[in-house]
């Protein structure tokens, strides 16, 4: 997959910016502020259906704006041209692919898989563990479909668990630890092997 073409409406300090990325290398230069990272920025979110910089899509909102609109065009394996286009309005993410809305974000996350790797990520060898599980968590979603759905299963389950214990049904929680240990142990397995050939 190789996209053409990024075009940015109303994202950050990029207002109306459609930069043609059709070669093989892509050089960004800019004096600090100019929208370097958030052209990179662009280009995730509209891969990931999120930004790797803020976890509220309204903060991407051009100042003064109401809503964005991320427009990607790229060639496919199956050497066609494909047009992705993510836009945010109303406290609300859509996404489309060819005019076809995509409901499931994990359906974007394996059209376009895009990783982010930025001087940010100092952390990820320095800092906290938790940083590490992100990162590799965020890869092999990409790659392995049952690892995201464990990841899925496991998150919704620890939301219930939680809200649970907020509202007092402390019966339910042998059940949510049962299947909350089941999801952990699989989602254990699969970063080990991931270290181990990261390594």
Same mark, same amino acid.
């Given at each position: ?68 609109? /991320?427009?990607?065009?790229? =060639? ?5 041209? %494909? #047009? &992705?286009?993510?836009? @945010? ?68 389950? /620890?939301?219930?668990?939680? =809200? ?5 049904? %402390? #019966? &339910?929680?042998?059940? @949510? ?23």
């Amino acid at each position: 997959m190789v996209f053409t073409e990024i075009q940015a409406v109303q994202f950050r300090n990029l207002t109306h910016e459609a930069v043609p990325v059709d070669k093989r290398q892509v050089f960004l230069i800019g004096t600090n502020g100019q929208g370097k990272t958030n052209f990179l920025e662009a280009i995730y979110t509209l891969c990931y259906g999120s930004s790797f910089r803020s976890s509220q899509l309204r903060e991407l909102v051009s100042h003064g704006e109401k809503a964005f609109k /991320l427009i990607g065009k790229y =060639l496919g394996e199956d050497t066609l041209s %494909h #047009t &992705l286009v993510l836009e @945010y309005q109303e406290a609300k993410r859509r996404v489309f692919l060819d005019e076809r809305e995509i409901k499931d974000r994990k359906e974007l996350i394996y059209n376009i898989p895009c990783i982010v790797f930025s001087h940010d990520d100092i952390a990820f060898v320095r800092g906290e563990p938790e940083q590490r599980r992100r990162f590799f968590d965020q890869t092999m979603s990409m790659y392995d479909p049952l690892f995201f759905d464990d990841m899925r299963r496991y998150r919704l389950l /620890l939301k219930q668990r939680n =809200l649970a214990i907020k509202e007092g049904r %402390h #019966t &339910l929680l042998p059940i @949510y630890d049962l299947q909350m240990a089941k999801y952990g142990l699989s989602i254990q397995k699969e970063r080990q092997k991931a270290v181990a050939e990261f390594d």
